[in-house]
């Protein structure tokens, strides 16, 4: 018999024949099959992973995720079981789920080390960032990652950034003159105004400037679509309630994501707004470079290089899509997580006058604007208070992943597991979910001692002041707030000296007191990150009374 012409049926003609009693059998069979390789797949994960202890469920349904994500302060839940279970341990999560939450300096070294090939973006985030920024690099891993890290390198040197320091004084100058006009128009010597909004606009004329030699003139009072679409983010604190459960259930089912809703909505619109405005920058340079319209140098920017990594015989080329995604990437980073910064040290020294005076010394006493290179190195309160809100308030708290092979994480001190025999070391399996609370190790009474929770700029100024356990953390200044390893975050000095930057003009020029009083509560806010508020105040509205200093 010829094996070649035996008669294949047609799909019509095998649905035919199944219909209607087999096509629910054929269901059946899938179903089954499902459930068996889900069956398996747990059994291997059990027995290849570390079984540890961790806090009981609250709800069937989301284990504890739901209390960790409307908690005003999941670091300190995060650090309370880690005292009790250990420096690692187990939590329940949505759907049977479990998390694997690493609490230990090695452990989270290692972790990060790892970070582009052995722990990976979970399915979720990896659809929350296709949605808003593409597959940028925050988005990818493996070669990609490295090639775009690599292409994008040079517009965030030392020297490079040192350029860019007048850009950060401009954008904080343009602020102080609009303050000035307010408060010379009030009938008192001071005005009450609200600062989150104004540090929104700082950063996003200040990475346009920087980034992309365009001035959104946000600080002018230009309306600028991005900036109302970050805007509405966070202004309906109710609606946000109900999208945590939404994200929580997305996490197992990534495909919700596709279902219509309020913040998906958002996103897409975000997605779009900065899409048109990066693809028209980017048209707007390629035309000044071809002729030679485009400054001296400007190869080295931001906008620069991914104009230069389009080319096709270049070593780290980008397509056009990935071009448009790292400028997507970058307005979002740069608006979202400086102005945080920048809001929570008005904050902290509105709430501290005695730190807000010493800073202003120190900054008068200096004399003119200070230098790339002396606010690096010559100012050290200005470097402790930028660094103690760093630590105490992060813009991004926590980071998941999931654990695209099996690994084994050593440990600092060992734990106990649910065998009971204690253990340096537990192994990970494939598919585990691996989570590091960013804040709860910033604020860790057991790593930066019993004042941990404080506002302490001196901690910065002595050689006693940070603790042996905190020097065993891996990261900026023993900080995590900027990752490690190989995703450290690319624009971090650009970060620090924007902030330095800004935060020098306002102190010097200005006093800031909280409107109602010192103790005046402030609570967490859910926009595209969290966001520091007054409580009762509407959308992320932080009201400050401010007076010239003269």
Request: neutral net charge; contains cysteine.
């Amino acid at each position: 018999m010829n094996l070649f012409t035996i008669p294949v049926p047609s799909p019509s003609s095998f649905w035919t024949t199944i219909h209607p009693g087999g096509a629910f059998n054929v269901a059946c069979s899938f179903a089954a099959l499902w459930a068996l390789v889900k069956v398996l797949r747990m059994l291997r994960w059990r027995m290849k992973t570390t079984q540890l202890l961790g806090p009981p469920r609250t709800s069937l349904v989301y284990g504890v995720s739901r209390d960790l994500a409307i908690s005003q302060d999941s670091a300190a839940m995060y650090e309370h079981w880690a005292t009790e279970y250990g420096v690692v341990y187990m939590i329940p999560s949505v759907l049977g789920q479990t998390t694997v939450v690493l609490c230990d300096p090695r452990a989270i070294a290692h972790f990060y080390a790892r970070e582009i090939r052995t722990y990976v973006q979970t399915p979720l985030s990896l659809a929350l960032l296709e949605s808003s920024v593409g597959k940028a690099l925050i988005w990818s891993h493996g070669e990609t990652h490295r090639r775009q890290r690599k292409a994008l390198t040079p517009a965030f040197s030392n020297a490079a950034i040192r350029k860019l320091t007048s850009v950060f004084y401009d954008s904080a100058y343009k602020a102080k003159g609009q303050w000035d006009n307010v408060i010379e128009s009030s009938k008192d010597d001071d005005a009450v105004i609200e600062v989150q909004n104004w540090m929104n606009h700082i950063s996003l004329d200040t990475v346009g400037i920087a980034g992309f030699s365009h001035d959104f003139g946000a600080l002018d009072g230009k309306p600028a679509s991005v900036t109302e679409v970050f805007d509405t983010f966070g202004s309906n604190q109710k609606a946000s309630a109900v999208n945590e459960v939404f994200i929580l259930l997305a996490s197992v089912f990534p495909i919700i994501l596709n279902i219509p809703s309020k913040r998906q909505n958002l996103f897409k619109k975000l997605s779009v707004t900065m899409g048109q405005i990066s693809n028209e920058l980017l048209i707007r340079s390629r035309r000044e470079k071809d002729v030679n319209i485009g400054e001296r140098g400007q190869e080295n920017s931001i906008i620069g290089l991914l104009i230069k990594s389009e080319g096709q015989d270049t070593e780290f080329h980008m397509s056009e899509e990935e071009v448009i995604s790292q400028m997507k990437l970058l307005l979002l980073a740069g608006y979202e997580t400086t102005s945080i910064s920048l809001t929570w040290a008005l904050i902290e020294l509105s709430r501290h006058p005695d730190v807000q005076t010493r800073l202003r010394e120190e900054l008068l006493a200096f004399g003119p604007d200070p230098t790339y290179d002396q606010l690096k190195a010559n100012l050290p309160y200005l470097d402790a208070i930028v660094h103690e809100i760093l630590r105490l308030h992060p813009p991004v708290p926590e980071i998941t992943r999931l654990a695209a092979a099996d690994d084994v994480i050593p440990l600092s001190e060992p734990v106990r597991p649910a065998s009971g025999d204690m253990t340096d070391s537990i192994s990970v399996a494939k598919g585990t979910l691996i989570t590091v609370s960013i804040a709860a190790i910033n604020r860790s009474s057991i790593i930066w001692g019993p004042d941990a929770k404080e506002f302490k700029p001196d901690r910065w100024l002595t050689e006693d002041g940070i603790g042996g356990k905190a020097k065993e953390v891996q990261g900026h200044r023993h900080l995590l707030t900027f990752i490690d390893g190989p995703r450290t975050c690319l624009g971090k000095d650009f970060a620090i000296m924007e902030f330095k930057a800004v935060l020098s003009v306002l102190v010097k020029n200005f006093v800031f007191e909280m409107r109602d009083g010192p103790d005046t509560p402030v609570e967490v806010a859910r926009g595209v990150l969290p966001r520091p508020r007054v409580v009762g105040e509407d959308g992320t509205g932080v009201p400050l009374r401010i007076r010239r200093y003269e």
